[in-house]
């Protein structure tokens, strides 16, 4: 079993629909967790970090983070074309220890 | 210039050159970290640095070869690679400190190996 599982989509949904993108994990050290949006042939750009169960808000994205299910959840609304991109989550336990990557969703939103 | 940059973006080199990406740092972070991001596959951490000592060293292949002269500068030399290195790489930062572990990362050079 990997350590954090991600459907890789792809994910086409309408302008303006809401977005819910999402990982498992299996680590329960597990306690930082981050969103990345990554264009095509450009580096990730971190979207959200939260580091405690319950949702974190910022504009259009929310970030859900539930421990005792070991899920977590990007919400995007009303979405954009430009929120077209490849979608990472990514999690660690902390310190310098290694951050796990999903392996991305990749997002379409169609005008 | 801000965030994290990288040089040079696109890199094209037989197996027998050596060459050496840059990454720079203007972030005021502790660590930095270099990974390798292939098709359909999760990013790859390859080194770790903190405060210019390396801490972790996932298996790497010695023809891969980090620097880290001071915490905003570093660089990964490539020697003898082989077709299959041809790949993404990615340097990223992260404060380090105070629960301040989210890394920041760079645009990339995309390594082409002949």
């Known amino acids: 079993q990997k350590e954090v599982e991600q459907d890789p989509g792809p994910l086409s949904v309408p302008e303006g629909a809401i977005v819910s993108l999402n990982c498992t994990y299996s680590n329960s050290a597990f306690q930082y967790f981050m969103w990345y949006r990554q264009y095509s042939r450009k580096g990730p750009e971190l979207l959200m970090y939260?580091?405690?169960?319950g949702n974190k808000e910022d504009g259009r994205f929310t970030a859900q983070v539930d421990k005792s299910s070991k899920y977590i959840s990007l919400f995007i609304r009303d979405s954009q074309p430009s929120d077209s991109a490849t979608y990472l989550c990514?999690?660690?336990?902390?310190?310098?220890?290694?951050?796990?990557f999903g392996t991305g969703t990749k997002l379409q939103v169609i005008p | 210039e801000t965030g994290v940059t990288q040089t040079p973006r696109h890199l094209v080199m037989g197996m027998t050159n050596k060459k050496s990406l840059k990454c720079e740092q203007h972030l005021g972070h502790n660590a930095m970290y270099w990974y390798k991001q292939s098709a359909k596959k999760p990013l790859e951490l390859m080194f770790v640095y903190s405060l210019e000592e390396r801490v972790e060293n996932n298996s790497v292949p010695s023809r891969f070869s980090p620097e880290c002269p001071n915490s905003s500068h570093l660089f990964l030399h490539l020697h003898t690679l082989q077709p299959e290195d041809s790949a993404l790489y990615l340097c990223?930062?992260?404060?380090?400190?105070?629960?301040?572990?989210?890394?920041?990362f760079g645009p990339g050079t995309r390594l082409t190996v002949t």
């Open positions: 939260t580091y405690s169960s």
């Open positions: 990514a999690m660690s336990s902390g310190g310098y220890q290694k951050v796990t």
């Open positions: 990223a930062s992260s404060p380090g400190q105070s629960g301040r572990y989210e890394q920041y």
